[in-house]
């Protein structure tokens, strides 16, 4: 059962523009929602994250919108960079200290310049 | 950047050999995690510990993996008798409190099972 699951899978935008990235959840419970972005061949890094209780967090060029209603959450990239080419994960997290994280599927972003 | 140090960077092994790799969590963190990402990108969690106590694991499949974190020492992952689906991109992943806290991930250990 994909208790977080992301969407679309792929997602080519120009430079300049907005990428919008979608992501959604299941379980309640969950009270913190970090985005990892990975590059080819890298590791996953903290790109941002945000916890239930404020509906947006932005950090630079990078925006989470929260709906805790719906259970829904978005990653927005303005003016995006050939160097944001990467895949972005949605992960979400109960806490605690024997707390994990539950990864989405990713989605794959490509700027064009 | 990440100071999650594992080892080796890549790991070929013959179906039903062992494969065994390590992890070296950064400085200070007490809890490391141990993910599979597969060829799809799936994140697979595999195992925490707390200092050298587990704290949460799957059901490691007919136990052919096994995990450690002693003290003073590298953690490690081992698998005992190899398969080829567990080829796959092993991330060592350490915090100072919990997931609730910044995951810090290593390079990973890229296992290929011919």
């Known amino acids: 059962q994909q208790q977080v699951r992301q969407s679309p899978q792929s997602l080519t935008v120009w430079e300049g523009e907005t990428a919008i990235l979608n992501c959604s959840y299941e379980?309640?419970?969950?009270?913190?929602f970090p985005w990892y972005w990975q590059f080819p061949r890298e590791s996953p890094a903290l790109l941002i994250a945000?916890?239930?209780?404020?509906n947006k967090k932005e950090d630079g060029r990078f925006t989470i919108f929260f709906n805790k209603r719906e259970k829904k959450l978005s990653l927005h990239i303005t003016d995006s960079q050939p160097g944001d080419s990467a895949t972005y994960f949605c992960?979400?997290?109960?806490?605690?200290?024997?707390?994990?994280?539950?990864f989405g599927e990713g989605t794959q972003v490509t700027v064009i310049s | 950047n990440s100071k999650v140090i594992q080892t080796p960077r890549y790991l070929v092994k013959g179906q039903g050999q062992k494969a065994k790799m390590r992890c070296i969590p950064e400085?200070?963190?007490?809890?490391v995690f141990w993910y599979q990402q597969n060829k799809n990108n799936e994140f697979k969690f595999l195992i925490n510990?707390?200092?050298?106590?587990?704290?949460?694991q799957i059901d490691m499949t007919e136990k052919r993996f096994s995990a450690e974190c002693p003290s003073n020492s590298p953690c490690s992952l081992e698998i005992q008798s190899s398969e080829a689906g567990d080829s796959a991109l092993y991330l060592c992943?350490?915090?100072?409190?919990?997931?609730?806290?910044?995951?810090?991930f290593g390079s990973g250990t890229r296992l290929t099972v011919l």
């Open positions: 992943a350490s915090s100072l409190q919990g997931s609730a806290e910044t995951l810090y």
């Open positions: 992960a979400a997290n109960t806490g605690g200290l024997s707390g994990k994280l539950t």
């Open positions: 945000i916890r239930p209780v404020s």
């Open positions: 400085k200070g963190h007490p809890v």
């Open positions: 510990f707390q200092n050298q106590e587990v704290l949460q």
């Open positions: 379980d309640s419970t969950f009270d913190y």
